[in-house]
Every structure is written in structure tokens, then in C-alpha cells.
T-cell receptor, first 112, second 112 residues
């Protein structure tokens, strides 16, 4: 079964700082990868996805993620965060159809 | 376009009781998945239904069951509730099968 690990569960940073969240998955074959975000009081929503092709994918709100197959990684980045980026971020890998394996999440707090 | 709707939003049950949760997917979405979210285990896949058929099942005991109706609405049932079943139960719908999910706000179950 697929497993997904995320590091640095709690991240606190100031506005305009850069953000990078690590994600590693276990399955070595073809895999669809995702980052989902949950803003305070809101439901989980898709931030970005990787299916194939260009390993650098761009999502909403200035986020991007890089797929590195040799490292089994799919790290999320944003060059300059805003207070509104305060949220919990989840990395996920599709195990088949719509069965996703999620990481434990990163709680990100951006201080104005 | 209306999002994924889950009812009830909150409920309290006692051990040994059973509970039924309901999910209405986004119009046109035929896949409905269910996830359990707890602080300790994170997001865990319960099952997925597509066109009234269970297509995937997670590693949960048989007390957890679900079904999907012809209008794609889905229900999940938990029988003989245990304290450990206290969690946020999330429903997600999808147009395809690639893992791009649209989540509802969840049903928060507390078992006393």
C-alpha cells in the first residue's frame, strides 16, 4: 500500500518568507500526486496535482510543487507567503481510482 | 454549482449505537469516497462508490459500511459504535478516477 510522509508538522513563518513543505511517497511506479489545503473553518480543497509531464506544476495562489521521481518526493513551495496562507496542507498519492493515501499534514501559521 | 453536502454536521452518540451519515455529491459526479479524519491517524480512506458499486475499500472493520443510490447520493453507516470511532467523517466526490476530489465539510461524530 502507498504511504505518504510529511515533515515538520508545525511551521511558523512571517509574511513574505518563503515556504517549502516536504512530501515523500513510497510507491515507485506511476503515481498521481496532490497537495490539498484546508483553510481555517473551510473544507479540504485541491491546491495542485501532478499526473505526468512537466515535473514542476503550478497551482492556485502562487503555489508550485516539484516532482522528483528519483527521490520519491513532491515538495510544495511558495516564494513569498501571505497571512491568508495560514492553513493545514496535506500531500496525497493516489493508490488506484480515487483512493488517496494522505500524509499527516503540515500546520502552517503565517505571522503578519 | 453546489458543493458536496454532508449531513448531519455534528452528532453525539453513545457506545453500542449505530449512526448513518449522508453525502450529496456535486451534480454530475458519480464517484463518492469517504474518509475518516482523526488527530492521531490523520486522513484514512474508508471506501469509494461509483455508479452504486463499491469500487475500493480501506482497512476498516465490517462495522463500517456504505452504499450509493442511483442519484449518486451516498450514505455510510457505522454499527456498534466504539469510543475510537469519534472522528470527522469526510465525503468527497469526483468526476473522474484520477484522485481529484472535492470534499464536503464533514460530519463530526462524537461517541461517548
Amino acid at each position: 500500500a502507498q504511504s505518504v510522509s510529511q515533515h515538520n508538522h508545525h511551521v511558523i513563518l512571517s509574511e513574505a518568507a518563503s515556504l517549502e513543505l516536504g512530501c515523500n511517497y513510497s510507491y515507485g511506479g506511476t503515481v498521481n500526486l496532490f497537495w490539498y489545503v484546508q483553510y481555517p473553518g473551510q473544507h479540504l480543497q485541491l491546491l495542485l496535482k501532478y499526473f505526468s509531464g512537466d515535473p514542476l506544476v503550478k497551482g492556485i495562489k502562487g503555489f508550485e510543487a516539484e516532482f522528483i521521481k528519483s527521490k520519491f518526493s513532491f515538495n510544495l513551495r511558495k516564494p513569498s507567503v501571505q497571512w491568508s496562507d495560514t492553513a493545514e496542507y496535506f500531500c496525497a498519492a493516489a493508490e488506484g481510482n480515487n483512493r488517496l493515501a494522505f500524509g499527516k499534514g503540515n500546520q502552517v501559521v503565517v505571522i503578519p | 454549482k453546489a458543493g458536496v453536502t454532508q449531513t448531519p454536521r455534528y452528532l453525539i452518540k453513545t457506545r453500542g449505537q449505530q449512526v448513518t451519515l449522508s453525502c450529496s455529491p456535486i451534480s454530475g459526479h458519480r464517484s463518492v469516497s469517504w474518509y475518516q479524519q482523526t488527530p492521531g491517524q490523520g486522513l484514512q480512506f474508508l471506501f469509494e462508490y461509483f455508479s452504486e458499486t463499491q469500487r475500493n475499500k480501506g482497512n476498516f472493520p465490517g462495522r463500517f459500511s456504505g452504499r450509493q443510490f442511483s442519484n449518486s447520493r451516498s450514505e455510510m453507516n457505522v454499527s456498534t459504535l466504539e469510543l475510537g470511532d469519534s472522528a470527522l467523517y469526510l465525503c468527497a466526490s469526483s468526476l473522474g478516477s484520477a484522485g481529484e476530489l472535492f470534499f464536503g465539510e464533514g460530519s463530526r461524530l462524537t461517541v461517548l
